[in-house]
């Protein structure tokens, strides 16, 4: 881009803020002052004969300085407290409004330098806009002003200087009016040191040759954190994603891309179209430079949780001659924008290899487009610029635009881990216990780790391989588990696994020279309708007789992009690679995806495929004997008196790949404990019965049921039966048998007295035979009538009515007699 966002480097900005006389030895003043009414002494500097004319004639100011103005200020973007050597970093000098200024003087100087040797000052600035700014004719070190006049903001890039440099102050004097402003400790002034490693151990740039022995192998893992959530404006939802990750491990003599340096036509590819195929040829063109070659799958959308989609990774290799470490990937769909790391070192200087690394990741544009938006249409920049840094200053419209200058977001952060040390090592910082037992655990992996309580068959002959070309595939042997001797040891797997290329492609026929796999297809010669594209493979190894190799290094195929070349329809992007088949064994199915790059001038929806779906044949399944962990103990019961459950587990220990297990990994079975103390239940009490007596006073019932007995120490049961009084009306009696009813009722209170004490009978029953009823003679009680509930509480009957009054006996005096009593009070 021609605009800011082109540059690769730190802006620096001037505000209007006071400047404190002192800023730096010698003042800078720029050509505004000329114009500004000052009396100025062109002055040779008392250090300017050791300067060699370097910056030797200064400018010095005649006129009043203003002290405490805080309207100015210089500012790094993103504010860091220090740089990275060689990074690059925007700078703005701006005023508040209403102020403004004419002129300005801008310097970087080392540490307690004075600035008149031309090793005092430190870094390097670019100018942005030469209408604005320009580099001091006396001092080029310095930049100033292109012509006086009003201005409240200018902008420059800064490139900090090497490794080592130590602390740098930037700073800055203004002119306003008639006044000049200066500032030693303030706004004006920015002091930033040099930033250290993230881990101490990794060397800052890779300058120095590698003093580590033996290889190292890493794990490189990138983590996504482009979302919407994230990164709100202007998000593109419907076709965000990251292209798929291209690198290498490689020496020093090979750049894959770096910051102030220019995109080859690998790293245009992937930055605009996000296909990996031409830099992959570049990168193994390389021949020895190269140690491995990186690769990673494109990520469809650009973000999801960990728990839903892992993060990719790889792993590589480095050595001695080939210890660095570069990548990269496209932020789709971007003009030209992409992330990744260039050239880091993973020898320390220490000479042993960096056990870790994270790397928050920003975004940076290739320098070969203009656009300033995610989807904005193709506009090639010629000439083409350098690569250089996205910043929050690039553009108004730009996606990651912050009118404060803040620090853009990282998008992505990039773990890379040490997982293995071969060979001798000769690092002189002692290993740790982390590095110790990383090593350990990979010499125990390449071992034979068979028990001898594991019994197996032999192994099976290796299957065919699953590709019938040179491309890469796999290829299976098996063998049985015959017994396990010991329960408490589990045996491994019966399944290996290793991989293979199709026939004439391996050594092992030796009929033919060995190839390399093919490199992925070239991009379709036309961008509409039908063109070709091609791919190549090399020789891997000649046979040994000397013979010529016949196999092609070279295919070509009809390829279609976009069917329909009609001014009104899209464009859409080359198909991606296929996915890895969604089966391990057997059929499966594999994916692949192509991306909208310019949707019809008409608005209309795009009609073109853009994921393409087909079947996929892995080597055969078999059926294999689950591979188990013994039982565990049995867990505590699930109460902690009476009936209760109790669980036990075992773990499959076979790989997942080697098919779904049907065995039982829980067990649950009864346990029984001491039994709970039960208390008593009783039902609700019962309407209260009738009145046992016709007249005069009587009593009525009431009861409840037992629904549950109390059991192991539960309390006792409460009443189940309740009486009261109850009266009627009073009995009529005649005035001659007065004496007749008062010893009646005294033969009846003994006759019931001694009742009870025989037979301790209810206290709800009243009994009374029949020669009891004087004047009256009365048939004998009746049976009970059947309980009127067979549980839960009834009531029963019986009656004694009159058989002859004699005629001197009033009526009520022989009335019939009825009894009530309570039945079948147990709980049903």
Not at 357 to 366: G, H, K, L, N, S
Not at 697 to 709: A, D, N, W, Y
Not at 775 to 799: A, F, H, N, V, Y
Request: overall charge negative; hydrophobic content about 30%.
């Amino acid at each position: 881009m021609k605009s800011l966002e082109a540059r690769s480097t730190f802006h620096i900005s001037l505000t209007s803020f006071p400047l404190n006389e002192g800023l730096i030895g010698p003042f800078f003043i720029s050509t505004a002052l000329c114009n500004a009414g000052f009396i100025f002494t062109e002055e040779p500097s008392e250090r300017a004969g050791k300067s060699d004319g370097y910056c030797s004639r200064i400018l010095r100011a005649q006129g009043t300085r203003n002290e405490g103005y805080n309207e100015f200020r210089l500012r790094v973007e993103g504010d860091p407290e220090n740089y990275q050597p060689g990074s690059t970093y925007r700078v703005t000098l701006y005023a508040s409004s209403p102020a403004y200024f004419r002129g300005f003087t801008l310097i970087a100087l080392k540490e307690g330098r004075e600035g008149d040797k031309e090793e005092d000052y430190a870094g390097n600035f670019q100018i942005i806009d030469e209408e604005d700014t320009q580099f001091m004719i006396n001092c080029p070190s310095a930049v100033t002003e292109s012509t006086p006049r009003r201005r409240t903001r200018i902008q420059v890039f800064w490139t900090a200087p090497p490794s080592s440099s130590g602390c740098v102050t930037l700073k800055a004097s203004i002119v306003q009016k008639r006044i000049i402003y200066f500032q030693d400790e303030g706004s004006l002034t920015k002091r930033m040191c040099e930033k250290e490693s993230l881990y101490g151990e990794t060397t800052e740039k890779p300058l120095l040759d590698c003093c580590a022995c033996g290889t190292a192998k890493y794990r490189v893992t990138f983590y996504g954190n482009w979302s919407e959530k994230v990164h709100p404006k202007d998000y593109p939802r419907r076709a965000n994603h990251w292209s798929a990750i291209i690198g290498a491990s490689h020496s020093k003599n090979y750049v894959l891309w770096e910051y102030g340096g220019y995109a080859s036509e690998g790293i245009k590819k992937v930055a605009e179209l996000g296909s990996p195929v031409s830099m992959e040829e570049e990168i193994r063109q390389k021949g020895d430079d190269v140690l491995t070659v990186i690769k990673m799958k494109a990520q469809w959308p650009a973000w999801q949780p960990l728990n839903v989609r892992a993060a990719p990774s790889a792993e590589f290799s480095v050595d001695r001659t080939r210890h660095l470490m570069s990548f990269l990937t496209m932020l789709g769909p971007s003009p030209d924008w992409n992330v990744g790391l260039s050239a880091e070192d993973l020898c320390t200087k220490e000479c042993g290899w960096a056990q870790r690394v994270v790397q928050d990741m920003i975004p940076w544009d290739a320098g070969t487009d203009n656009g300033v938006t995610y989807e904005s249409p193709n506009k090639p920049t010629v000439p083409q610029e350098k690569i250089r840094p996205l910043t929050s200053l690039d553009h108004p419209q730009s996606p990651f635009y912050d009118p404060e200058g803040g620090a853009i977001t990282p998008v992505a952060r990039v773990v890379v881990e040490r997982i293995a040390r071969k060979g001798e090592q000769c690092n002189v910082v002692p290993d740790n216990v982390d590095d110790i037992v990383a090593d350990i655990a990979q010499e125990e992996k390449e071992e034979d780790d068979t028990p001898e309580t594991c019994i197996y068959s032999n192994w099976s002959p290796w299957s065919a391989c699953s590709s019938a070309t040179c491309d890469k595939g796999k290829r299976m042997r098996q063998r049985m588990l015959k017994a396990q001797l010991d329960l408490s040891v589990p045996c491994p797997h019966t399944q290996d696994f290793e991989p293979c290329m199709g026939p004439g492609c391996s050594d092992e026929e030796g009929s033919t020279c060995t190839m390399s796999e093919w490199i992925t297809w070239s991009p379709c010669s036309m961008s509409c309708g039908m063109g070709l594209r091609s791919r190549e493979r090399y020789v891997k190894q000649f046979p040994d007789d000397g013979s010529v190799c016949t196999l092609p290094t070279e295919e070509n195929e009809k390829c279609i992009v976009n069917e329909e070349c009609t001014p009104n329809s899209c464009l859409v992007t080359e198909w991606g690679e296929w996915d890895s088949c969604s089966a391990t064994c057997g059929l499966g199915m594999k994916r692949r995806e192509r991306m909208v790059k310019m949707p019809p001038p008409d608005g209309s929806i795009c009609g073109a495929e853009v994921l393409e779906v087909e079947k996929c044949m892995m080597p055969e399944c078999h059926t294999i004997p689950c591979m188990l962990s013994p039982w565990s103990d049995w867990s505590d019961c699930s109460v902690t008196c009476g009936k209760g459950m109790r669980t036990r587990q075992r773990v499959l220990k076979s790989p997942v790949e080697l098919g779904e297990c049907i065995e039982d990994l829980e067990q649950v079975e009864k346990c029984m404990l001491p039994e709970c103390p039960t208390d008593c239940m009783v039902s609700e009490w019962t309407e209260w019965s009738e009145c046992n007596k016709s007249c005069g006073k009587g009593h009525m019932i009431r009861t409840r049921i037992v629904k549950l007995e109390p059991q192991f120490g539960g309390d006792s049961c409460p009443e189940t039966v309740q009486r009261k009084k109850c009266k009627i009306r009073k009995c009529n009696r005649d005035d001659g048998q007065g004496q007749v009813n008062s010893d009646e009722k005294k033969r009846r209170k003994e006759a019931r007295e001694k009742r009870r004490s025989k037979q301790g009978g209810p206290q709800g029953e009243e009994t009374m035979s029949p020669a009891e009823h004087p004047g009256c003679k009365m048939r004998p009680w009746s049976s009970w009538t059947d309980c009127t509930k067979l549980c839960g509480g009834g009531i029963q009957e019986r009656l004694m009515t009159a058989k002859k009054r004699l005629k001197s006996t009033q009526l009520p005096s022989c009335k019939d007699r009825k009894e009530i009593r309570a039945c079948n009070v147990y709980p049903c």
